[in-house]
């Protein structure tokens, strides 16, 4: 066993680690990502296929956006999402593989 004081995770990091968490915290936000893992998707598309208002899909991608997860491309009046953030999104890969496990 090492001795001396165990390396202590600065507060910022912790923080920052929390808020990682709590974007995955919502099952809508989840669903969201589980599809823009299979590829770029419209607001609209999005809405659709979840069975949600553009508003409300748009409320969370805007979370989203804020929290460097996901990112966009403006295509007229539509704009496409693509994830941003392949660490979160192995986050979530092995969050879902461990459910598959249970």
Known sequence: ???GNP???PLEI???AALTFKALADPTRIRILHLLAQGERSVTDL???LGLSQS???HQLAFL???GLVKYRRQGQLLFYTCDDD???TLLSQALAHLEHE
Request: hydrophobic share 55%; glycine share 0%; proline share 0%.
């Open 1 to 3: 066993m090492a001795k």
């Open 87 to 89: 660490h979160v999104m």
């Open 65 to 67: 956006r804020s929290m």
């Open 56 to 58: 409300a899909v748009s």
């Open 7 to 9: 390396a202590l995770l």
């Open 14 to 16: 912790a923080e920052r």
């Open 47 to 49: 809405a659709k296929t």
